[in-house]
């Protein structure tokens, strides 16, 4: 199990991070999602503003998991709350003996 306390050299992305080195292993999708199952009423802009990513972005990558069955909206007065499907496989091939639920539990595992 990797943590930040065994890597002292690892430093978060910044806009000042050299373009090389700005790659993650996981998708805007994935950093969306756990956003959501951090806080499922987080707003568009709150969301777009953690993964680094303009709110027109999150905005498609929401519509993406919603058509895709990952999460429902929810709508809780004027604001959006969002149900998150752990059920649901990982979409490339490679990763579909995997479910949502797993992704999940592995990130808050590493939190």
Known sequence: MCYHA???DVKPLSIDTPHRARWTF?????????GLTRDPSARVRDLAAAV???ERSVH?????LEDGGVIRRVRDGRRNRYEVDP???LRHPMEAHHCVGEL???ARESA
């Open 6 to 8: 065994c890597m002292p």
């Open 26 to 34: 996981l998708t805007n999708h994935a950093h969306v999602l756990l």
């Open 52 to 54: 680094g990513i303009t």
């Open 60 to 64: 498609q990558i929401l519509s993406d």
């Open 87 to 89: 059920e649901i496989r």
């Open 104 to 106: 999940l539990a592995f």
